[in-house]
């Protein structure tokens, strides 16, 4: 019985006999470390019943402990050099469909339509390449997936301003962002010393649960996002003066703005730092409908 691949040992071995040269142009750091690897499935909440969808599987650290945990596995690999090495990992494991597709382009829908067909409770579950953890992220939040809950390694910094809240320095746009949609919670930092290679940044596992609804409603979800960024644009600006330099042109801007901050009740020399998710739905109905008028 072969040892798990999470080791330092069998992972050196694999590498080793494929001759794998990491690339760093893809966020190649494998796991070695089988405990982290457990603690991140047990915070997916996985049964026998469960799906899991993984991003980027490597060798197969993650894919293992997930295979051993639910009922079917997908995985996107970008890195075709890492398809033999899977089908020889993961061989034990019948029901783990690697799809060698890079997950930005994938058609997500067709692929879960055609591997994971009957399974209802899927959970996203992934060590994220870091140079694109928040498109990802992103692409499974706004093309609506149907998981239940997401559980990501990632930068810690990023984790950080994912789960931020109002008045920290990290909370911002990407805050909100991911917050509409899901309640984000950071449930574990890693050291830098359960990787190979090790990467030059310290990492942290955020678990995103996705809200039946999201959490605010809004009249228009692409202007609330739009005045969310406007907000953020110059952190050091009060939202009056961010939103009258970034906002379209038009008459009385000036007076237009603050007639909508001043329906919303929000102080127009308030920082974008300070303001909750609700306020911001406030104020983006409120200058909708303004800015409408004209
Ligand atoms: N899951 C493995 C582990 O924990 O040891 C590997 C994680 S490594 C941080 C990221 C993996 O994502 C690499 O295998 C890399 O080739 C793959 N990858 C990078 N960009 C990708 C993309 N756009 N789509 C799918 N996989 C990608």
Redesign the pocket.
């Known amino acids: 019985m072969n040892k798990d691949i999470?080791t330092p040992l069998r992972t050196r071995a694999i590498l080793e006999k494929y001759g794998f040269t990491f690339?760093k142009s893809?966020?190649?750091?494998?796991?070695?470390d089988t405990n982290i690897?457990n603690k991140i499935v047990d915070y997916a909440e996985l049964t026998n019943e469960s799906g899991a969808i993984?991003?980027?599987?490597?060798?197969?650290?993650?894919?293992e402990q997930l295979a051993k945990r639910c009922k079917k596995v997908l995985a996107?690999?970008?890195?075709q050099r890492?398809l033999p090495v899977l089908a020889d990992t993961l061989q034990p494991y019948p029901h783990v469909s690697i799809v060698h597709?890079?997950?930005?382009?994938?058609d997500v829908y067709n692929e879960i339509r055609q591997h994971l067909e009957g399974i209802d409770d899927l959970a996203i579950v992934?060590?994220?390449?870091?140079?694109?953890t928040t498109p990802?992220i992103m692409k499974c939040l706004q093309d609506h997936l149907p998981f239940r809950s997401m559980v990501i390694?990632m930068q810690k910094e990023v984790g950080s301003r994912i789960a931020a809240k109002p008045g920290t320095k990290d909370y911002g746009s990407l805050s909100i962002a991911i917050q509409y949609y899901t309640e984000a919670e950071i449930v574990m930092t890693v050291p830098k010393t359960v990787?190979i290679p090790q990467p030059n940044v310290d990492s942290a596992v955020v678990k995103l649960t996705k809200r039946k609804q999201p959490a605010v409603q809004v009249k228009d979800e692409e202007f609330f996002f739009k005045i969310v960024k406007i907000c953020f644009a110059q952190r050091r600006k009060t939202i009056l003066n961010n939103l009258i330099s970034q906002l379209e042109q038009g008459k009385e801007k000036k007076e237009r703005v603050q007639g909508a901050l001043d329906r919303a009740g929000i102080d127009p020399s308030r920082r974008g730092e300070t303001l909750a998710i609700e306020e911001f739905a406030q104020l983006s109905d409120e200058l909708l409908a303004d800015f409408h008028k004209s």
């Open positions: 999470a690339k893809l966020g190649q750091n494998f796991l070695i690897l993984e991003i980027g599987p490597g060798i197969g650290a993650l894919t996107f690999e970008i890195d890492l597709q890079d997950f930005l382009k994938a992934a060590n994220l390449p870091y140079y694109v990802i390694m990787f």
